[in-house]
């Protein structure tokens, strides 16, 4: 009987969608290998096997060794690959598209080129945060000082729903360990979104750095759809962990995280948000990425076939 790792490698129409995969699978201080079709993560305790094909974002924290097998499988399933640091709070390197095709990415260029267009977005994504208000007449600087109103107002519904004492935002680079537990929950919560809002990004061939709202940064773009969760699944996700004790709050919440990630299918409406963002044609508009083709740009928004010698046209 054929074991998880017999399942066949797939072709890139053949890949899992987005939206159907897994959210993320954290490891650390193990060595992550291949085994036929499958990942596989070994430490003291044994051997672990992961379907790659229903992963959406390998995290690979501190003391983990890949072999480079594993991570051609990875590339082969399209799943994201990221390294981060310990607890998950460090983004250090990652990416793999699931699209080979740049419609999405043209798409993004073209609303995030002109300055109009550009602040409608981040409009948008304002409106997609919180629908009870209307920010069509705001300036950016409103803008972020209407997000800093609301973002206050949920850390103190928050802790008054979990009893949890607030103090405020307080996070010391490099220094996890210094903030207090709903800080540690929040800080977790936040770069694990970050994970998962990159491995979207990259796998439906979007530009990481071209943003509406960060900018001047090569992840601006990740952190803009991460942020469109952060009210509503990672800050909640982040009292509840630390409303249960102070001890282990960055895995507790990344645990919360997974869960709650699965169970409410955010990967598939991270996907439709950002279409919804970038296309005339919002979440149900299609664009083809099974197609592995390039061309070759002419006059007129005319393209031609790559491949070929065309000749001199006069």
């Given at each position: 009987m054929g074991g998880i790792g017999a399942r066949k490698a797939l072709t890139p129409r053949e890949l899992t969608r987005v939206g159907e995969r897994l959210s993320f699978v954290y490891l650390e201080r193990c060595t992550v290998h291949r085994e036929d079709n499958a990942i596989t993560a070994?430490?003291?305790?044994?051997?672990?096997?992961?379907?790659?094909?229903?992963?959406?974002?390998?995290?690979?924290?501190?003391?983990?060794?890949?072999?480079?097998?594993?991570?051609?499988?990875?590339?082969?399933?399209?799943?994201?690959?990221?390294?981060?640091?310990?607890?998950?709070?460090?983004?250090?390197?990652?990416?793999?598209?699931?699209?080979?095709?740049?419609?999405?990415?043209?798409?993004?260029?073209?609303?995030?080129?002109?300055?109009?267009?550009r602040l409608e977005v981040a409009r948008a994504m304002y409106r997609m945060r919180f629908p009870d208000e209307d920010p069509s007449k705001a300036t950016r600087r409103q803008l972020l000082g209407m997000e800093g109103d609301r973002l206050k107002a949920v850390y103190r519904e928050e802790s008054l729903r979990t009893g949890v004492p607030w103090y405020g935002r307080k996070y010391t680079p490099g220094d996890f360990d210094s903030g207090d537990p709903p800080n540690q929950g929040i800080t977790s919560a936040a770069q694990c979104m970050y994970g998962v809002a990159h491995a979207v990004v990259a796998a439906l061939g979007c530009s990481p750095a071209l943003g509406f709202v960060h900018s001047g940064h090569e992840l601006s773009f990740v952190l803009d759809v991460a942020d469109l969760y952060k009210t509503d699944v990672g800050i909640p996700a982040a009292f509840d962990a630390a409303a249960e004790g102070p001890i282990d709050v960055g895995g507790r919440t990344r645990r919360l995280l997974r869960e709650r990630i699965n169970d409410t299918g955010l990967l598939d409406r991270c996907v439709k948000d950002i279409k919804t963002l970038l296309l005339p044609g919002g979440e149900d508009a299609e664009v083809e990425d099974a197609a592995d083709q390039v061309n070759l740009q002419s006059d007129g928004g005319a393209e031609f076939v790559s491949g070929i010698n065309h000749g001199v046209i006069w």
């Open positions: 070994e430490d003291a305790e044994g051997t672990r096997f992961i379907p790659a094909a229903t992963i959406g974002t390998l995290l690979l924290g501190p003391g983990t060794r890949v072999t480079h097998k594993a991570m051609s499988l990875l590339g082969e399933c399209g799943a994201g690959v990221v390294w981060v640091g310990e607890y998950g709070v460090r983004y250090y390197a990652g990416g793999r598209a699931l699209s080979r095709s740049a419609g999405l990415a043209e798409a993004q260029a073209r609303v995030w080129a002109n300055r109009r267009t």
